[in-house]
């Protein structure tokens, strides 16, 4: 299966000098917030496969527009094809803005979620916004990744963690895809990136 991962910027060469073809073989879309609704609406209109996404910290536009023909995988977990999919998005609390949290508002989260994991028996793909921490994030409140996430990645091990939030033109070292603990594939979904899962 193709995964086309986005997050963070608009990519010009699917917006602004968009082509059908650059979706053939993609077989689905995942935004990792802080995307403009129009943006994730029109890939979901000229798109013939599911866009999921969670919310960025900047993301509570979505509250009064939100992404038409687009599903919101935040605190819950979606299957498709057999794949499970988690979603929490937001950040790091740094200004008391929506879709912003603490730690311990996030393990709340994490506790919820929980059953939901429990009844599909598993996870194969986290989607954050926000990274873990210590693992590709930022040294600034902003962009710190949370701790409990490690939490998820060792508990269930996942194949694959998609988040965006640190953007690669940042910092020069930042990785777009590692891995964490010999298991979990991390991704930086930066503007767009495809893999195959």
Known sequence: MKILVL???ESKYLWDYYEKSKLDGIDLIISCGDLKPEYLTFLATLATVPLLYVHGNHDAIYDEKPPEGCICIDDTVYEYKGIRIAGLGGSMCYNMKKYQYTEKEMKSRVRKLR????KHKGIDILVTHSPSAGF???EDIPHKGFEVFNTILKKYKPKYHLHGHVHLNYNWAQKR???YNDYTIVINGYEKYIFEY
Do not use: H, L
């Open 115 to 118: 059953f939901k994991i429990i």
């Open 177 to 179: 895809e590692s891995i």
């Open 7 to 9: 997050a963070d910027e």
């Open 136 to 138: 590709n994030d930022g």
